[in-house]
Each structure stands twice: as C-alpha cells, then as structure tokens.
C-alpha cells in the first residue's frame, strides 16, 4: 500500500532537501566565498549578487551551474563550463539578457542597462 506512493514521496523529499541545500549554501555565503575571484570592485559585486539572487538564482542556482529543479527542467546554462564561457561573446550574453533566449525570460524591461552590465560581470566570474 505504502510503496505505491514511495516515488512521489522520494520526489518531494528530494526536491525539499534540494531547496534546504540550496539555503544552507546563500547563508553560508558570506563567509564561504572570501577567496572567491572577484573581478569588480566589493560594493558592485554585492550588488549584482543580490540582483543575481532575487532574479536568476530559480534558474540558474547560487552557484550559476544551472543545476536547479527548475534549471533542469527548462536547460539554464551551466556558466560554470569554461569551454562555453570561451565560446560567447560578452555582446551575446548582454544580447540575451535584454531580450531573452530560448526559455530565458527577457531582462531589458525590468533592468537597467547597468544593471544588466553587472550582471554580466556576475556571470563571467563563474568561470572556472
Ligand atoms: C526562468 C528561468 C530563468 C531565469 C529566471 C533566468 N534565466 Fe538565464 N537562462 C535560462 C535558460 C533556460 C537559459 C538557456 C537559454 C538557451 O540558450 O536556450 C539561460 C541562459 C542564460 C545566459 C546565456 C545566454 C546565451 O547567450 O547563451 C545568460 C548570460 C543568462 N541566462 C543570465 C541570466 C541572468 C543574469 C538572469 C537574472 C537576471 C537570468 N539569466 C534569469 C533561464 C533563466
């Protein structure tokens, strides 16, 4: 009887220690990520965090690999592979910000044209 349900069980389990992960890793932010490389000045880069925070992290994870329930689901890029990081130019990820790509909602009406060169800056220091 139980074992009729235990897929959906293990699902919600899974996807609530997913989440639980996920803010277990934004807490421990702070600290966790003095040595990371930064390639803006402190005060942009805490800004276009939180902006990465509240607009793209759903999809694109704190960790920018893209590895989300809902970034699998839809196929967020994993920022995190180099090899695509060498391969897009910066005027094509603005390109795609602004007006969106494929499931990427476009960003060009509710960011700033800074806003969004931020947030390009965000996205290239994922590179690893
Ligand atoms: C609803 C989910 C979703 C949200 C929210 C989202 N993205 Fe994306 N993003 C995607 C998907 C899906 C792709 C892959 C698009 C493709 O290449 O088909 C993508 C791709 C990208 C790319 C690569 C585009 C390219 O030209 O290859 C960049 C850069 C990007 N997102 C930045 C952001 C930023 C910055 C935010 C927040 C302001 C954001 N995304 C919010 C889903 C999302």
């Known amino acids: 009887m139980i074992f009729r349900h235990l897929p959906a069980v293990l699902l919600v389990f899974l996807l609530f220690a997913g989440y639980s992960f996920i803010g277990l890793i934004v807490i421990g932010q702070p600290s966790s990520n003095t040595h990371h490389y930064t390639p803006m000045p402190a005060a942009k880069r805490i800004d276009a965090k939180k902006l990465f925070k509240q607009k793209c992290v759903k999809c694109h994870g704190v960790d920018g690999a893209g590895q989300t329930a809902f970034g699998e689901v839809i196929g967020a890029t994993d920022f995190t592979d180099s090899e695509w990081q060498k391969r897009v130019d910066d005027q094509?990820?603005?390109?795609?910000?602004t007006y969106g790509r494929?499931?990427?909602?476009?960003?060009g009406k509710k960011l700033s044209k800074d806003q969004i060169?931020?947030?390009l800056d965000?996205?290239?220091a994922f590179k690893s």
């Open 117 to 119: 060169s931020l947030l």
């Open 122 to 124: 965000y996205v290239r």
């Open 102 to 107: 494929g499931q990427m909602p476009s960003f």
């Open 92 to 97: 094509r990820l603005i390109n795609s910000m």
